[in-house]
């Protein structure tokens, strides 16, 4: 559990995230109704805000500015909602329920929902080109991470790899997919960050490998929670990787969370060798992950069904 200085400080953070947030999607949502309705919703609708949260933590920790730092973090969460509405299509997942409402496709139809996604990205990219308190050299650097993700060597590729992707299918490499679909976007999270905070390049490296067992962690998390969350409290369908290759159900719930300890272990010594101990990080880190436990004991109860 965070400890209680570092929980008040997260908490700071993620009620400025939530607030640029608000402006930002006052900014991209347009007056068109409907479709403003569909991007502005999307945006401000919640979330754990782990993205934009990682940048400014690793930018601050690093001596960087946070201003700056929070409106990168915003963009990166733009991206993030971005592929979440196209995730939940009909056509991807056909998912009902995201962060405890209805679908973008269900709420405003799949035309908007394709559009706000659209636009979303755009926004993020005009954030990150145009951000104050950067001078254009971290603008470019900061716009080449984040289109990294995005592409088809990032959320893209992750994407179609997932949609595709059989629990039987020959080669299926679930952890290659989670590294584009989840990693990629965190990664960025992390390197926009110490880009902005102008980190030397043994950091960096070192955050690289930080944020890489993050998301690995994270996406696994996520494959417990869609076996045995609660949809009303994780505000988010459940069931949708049940014909998928995930590492959950090639390896079952105890050898995810052997995967799972040993990728959060391997996160918490890298960043106590860039930042010491008792960094905010991975205060924050312990408060993403504390449910783990009772997800594992859930996940292995009803393994024989839900994983069958």
Not at 29 to 48: C, P, R
Not at 66 to 89: K, N, Q, R, Y
Not at 153 to 162: C, E, I, S, Y
Not at 186 to 212: H, N, Q, W, Y
């Amino acid at each position: 559990m965070p400890t209680p200085s570092h929980a008040d400080h997260l908490e700071e953070l993620r009620h400025r995230v939530n607030n640029r947030l608000s402006e930002l999607a006052v900014q991209v949502a347009g007056h068109d109704a409907g479709l403003s309705e569909a991007i502005s919703s999307s945006l401000t609708a919640g979330g754990k805000r782990l993205r934009p949260l990682l940048t400014a933590l690793v930018c601050e920790d690093l001596g960087g500015p946070l201003a700056p730092a929070i409106d990168a973090g915003c963009a990166a969460e733009m991206v993030h909602t971005a592929s979440l509405i196209l995730d939940d299509l009909p056509c991807m997942d056909d998912a009902q329920m995201r962060r405890g409402q209805p679908t973008t496709h269900r709420a405003y139809g799949e035309d908007a929902a394709i559009l706000a996604a659209i636009a979303l990205l755009s926004g993020a990219f005009s954030t990150v080109s145009t951000l104050r308190g950067t001078d254009a050299v971290t603008r470019n650097e900061l716009t080449k991470i984040l289109s990294g993700a995005v592409g088809t060597r990032g959320l893209v590729a992750g994407q179609f790899r997932d949609l595709r992707s059989a629990a039987g299918a020959k080669g299926a490499d679930p952890e290659a997919v989670n590294a584009l679909k989840t990693g990629a976007l965190i990664g960025a999270s992390v390197a926009m960050g110490a880009a902005i905070a102008r980190a030397d390049t043994m950091r960096k490296r070192a955050l690289a490998d930080f944020a890489e067992h993050l998301g690995h962690a994270f996406q696994l998390y996520d494959d417990l929670l869609d076996t045995s969350g609660d949809p009303l409290v994780i505000g988010k369908d459940i069931g949708k990787d049940g014909a998928k290759a995930t590492l959950l159900r090639q390896e079952g719930a105890a050898g995810a969370q052997v995967r799972l300890n040993q990728h959060l272990d391997a996160a918490h010594a890298t960043l106590e060798s860039v930042f010491g101990r008792d960094c905010r990080m991975s205060s924050a880190l312990d408060g993403v992950f504390q449910g783990q436990a009772a997800l594992i004991v859930r996940a292995r109860r009803t393994e024989g069904v839900s994983l069958s």
